[in-house]
């Protein structure tokens, strides 16, 4: 099976695409005698585990010995950010759930070394993967104490070239006007007939 992932959660960093890494797998597939019989695409992060449904089927069918019994994938990276499904990986190479494992951008030997190998570079994508989220908690932290704009636009203001919030007079007084409303005890729906 080939298992292409891509995690849209990170705004601005960007992975190489899914098609492009099934683009990858296959000619390796090909040139490595290796028979696809399935391709999985996700778009889910990998951070947190037992959170991707066809991860998941995958690992099932794994276990049953049903249809395929190896993944091609293009980085170790893409299967697993957490130690979970890490370490569910290995075990199932371990007990020969999983027979083999293959990457383009990787050489894996399914022994004693590869598989520790294998498990350093889950760690440390499990690491990229909390050190991108802390930076950029505090990338957003710092913005939002300095009254930046993070996000989308907030109701009444807009964000100047620095990014800084300024407020639309026009629409201000309008979202004002609504927020006194319902400090008075009008509805949400009456609240929603005001602002149309």
Known sequence: VIHARKSTEYGKIRVQSIEDQIDNCQPYAKNNNLEIVDIIREEKS????????KFS?????????????AVLSWH???LARNMKEAGEILDMLDNEYIADLQFPSYSFNNDAAGKMTLSILFSMAKEFSDKLAEDTKRGIRKKVSQGKYVGSNKKGYYSNEDDYFRKDEEKFQIYKQAWELYKSGKTQVDIIKFLK
């Open 76 to 78: 170790p990276d893409r």
């Open 46 to 53: 990998a951070k947190i585990a037992i959170k991707r449904e």
């Open 57 to 69: 089927m995958m690992l099932a069918r794994l276990y049953k010995g049903d249809l395929y019994n």
